[in-house]
């Protein structure tokens, strides 16, 4: 079993940048693809961005440009680097992993959400 913590999130100003962290914790297990979510208020939960085993990246269109998620495979951790936030980016933010453990066994774990606010 695996656990997901993400932190960096809080309040920033509109046009400011923030830089989440997700680690992953547990025993015996292998990471092929992170992703960050996020769903704000109202919404449904959408993709922000994923990063595959390859390193290959994909971006929601509405942070393209934005927003860089990158990972740090020895420790097991994803980030994402937020700049020029919007009012928009407003949301609680989702840490995913997707991977197996030693028997095989395929595994999509969740954090708990971070919130990130942006101020206008």
């Known amino acids: 079993q695996v656990q997901l913590v993400e932190s960096g999130g809080g309040l920033v100003e509109d046009g400011g940048s923030l830089r989440l962290s997700c680690a992953v914790s547990?025993?015996?297990?292998?990471?092929?693809?992170m992703d960050w979510y996020r769903q704000g208020p109202g919404k449904q939960r959408e993709l922000v961005a994923i990063?595959?085993?390859?390193?290959?990246?994909r971006y929601a269109p509405s942070v393209k440009g934005r927003f860089s998620i990158s990972r740090d495979k020895a420790k097991n951790t994803v980030y994402l680097q937020m700049n020029s936030l919007k009012p928009e980016d407003t949301a609680m933010y989702y840490c995913?992993?997707?991977?197996?453990?030693?028997?095989?066994?395929?595994?999509?774990?969740w954090g708990r959400g971070i919130q990130v606010t942006v101020s206008s």
């Open positions: 990063i595959i085993s390859t390193d290959s990246t």
């Open positions: 995913n992993a997707r991977g197996s453990d030693d028997a095989g066994t395929v595994f999509s774990s």
């Open positions: 547990g025993s015996r297990f292998s990471i092929n693809d």
